[in-house]
């Protein structure tokens, strides 16, 4: 399997696997608002791809770590989405880890994102309230609002409101 930047090639492809992977458009309507924005990094939007399938995507955005007059560039993570033929096989997991040690790379020192409790704190995910981390932009649970630590330590320093790229905003 290999693992690769995405490119203009692939949008076509990715954008079929995103509705395949969710119901509704959402995520592929996110993952193109996201794309043409300014802000979006084009190595942050990574692809399996094996025997010319394009198995899975994760893409990762700047967003917003707000603590009174600071700010601070961290990552989001989202979408993510592998075929459903091919889930379970521990693509997600690889995206994963590939995308942070990019993030991380790009200078972000944290990743935030919501999702499911149960799969993401084996990733090092950990809930992001328990460390002075509020969110206003959105109404979830503390349990699916969640943060991984990508530089030693900063969950020590960096509190604040964190904010999503405005994309994920009127999403439905």
Do not use: W
């Not at 030693?152 to 964190?162: D, S």
Request: glycine share 10%; hydrophobic share 40%.
């Amino acid at each position: 399997m290999i693992i690769r930047t995405e490119t203009i090639n692939d949008h076509e492809k990715v954008q079929d696997l995103l509705t395949q992977a969710f119901p509704g458009q959402e995520e592929a309507l996110l993952v193109q608002r996201l794309r043409e924005d300014k802000t979006f990094q084009r190595e942050l939007s990574i692809v399996t791809e094996e025997d010319g399938i394009i198995k899975g995507h994760i893409m990762f955005s700047q967003a917003s770590l707000i603590d009174g007059i600071h700010s601070h560039y961290v990552a989001a993570l989202g979408p993510l989405a592998v075929l459903p033929d091919y889930q379970r096989q521990g693509i997600g997991g690889i995206l994963i880890e590939e995308g942070k040690r990019r993030c991380l790379s790009h200078g972000y020192p944290l990743v935030f994102l919501f999702g499911h409790p149960a799969y993401y704190p084996r990733y090092g995910f950990v809930q992001a309230r328990t460390y002075g981390i509020d969110l206003t932009q959105f109404t979830v649970s503390d349990e699916v609002f969640m943060v991984a630590e990508l530089q030693l330590g900063a969950l020590n320093h960096l509190h604040g409101e964190f904010r999503f790229h405005s994309a994920f905003e009127d999403l439905g």
